[in-house]
Nanobody, 125 residues
């Protein structure tokens, strides 16, 4: 069992930056690939970024590539999402999630086993 708690969301102007954190409980954090997803009002939850359990590889949605950076610190049981050059269309609730699918990066909501409660990110124009 893994419990996830996100933090770091808030209101920022377009072009600004935010760093989201996701703290995980449990001793098996390093056994999971981790992902960030987001959900805007009236839209489906969508994949943003993922990081391998060993922290040595990452994968991004095209919409955030070059602007967002995912990382993890297994010693601190924490995964991060550094967001830069934010745009109004990045406004959403951001969720971190853990998956036991380790052989590839998963972009599908239903392949993630544990989810946090989400943190709101609002980007004003």
């Amino acid at each position: 069992q893994v419990q996830l708690v996100e933090s770091g969301g808030g209101l920022v102007q377009a072009g600004g930056s935010l760093r989201l954190s996701c703290a995980a409980s449990g001793r098996t954090f390093s056994s999971y690939n981790m992902g960030w997803f987001r959900q805007a009002p009236g839209k489906e939850r969508e994949f943003v970024a993922a990081v391998r359990w060993s922290a040595d590889n990452t994968y991004y949605a095209d919409s955030v590539k070059g602007r967002f950076t995912i990382s993890r610190d297994n010693a601190k049981n924490t995964v991060y999402l550094q967001m830069s050059s934010l745009r109004p269309e990045d406004t959403a609730i951001y969720y971190c999630a853990a998956t036991r699918v380790l052989s590839r990066f998963s972009v599908y909501v239903n392949e993630y086993d544990y989810w946090g409660q989400g943190t709101q990110v609002t980007v004003s124009s």
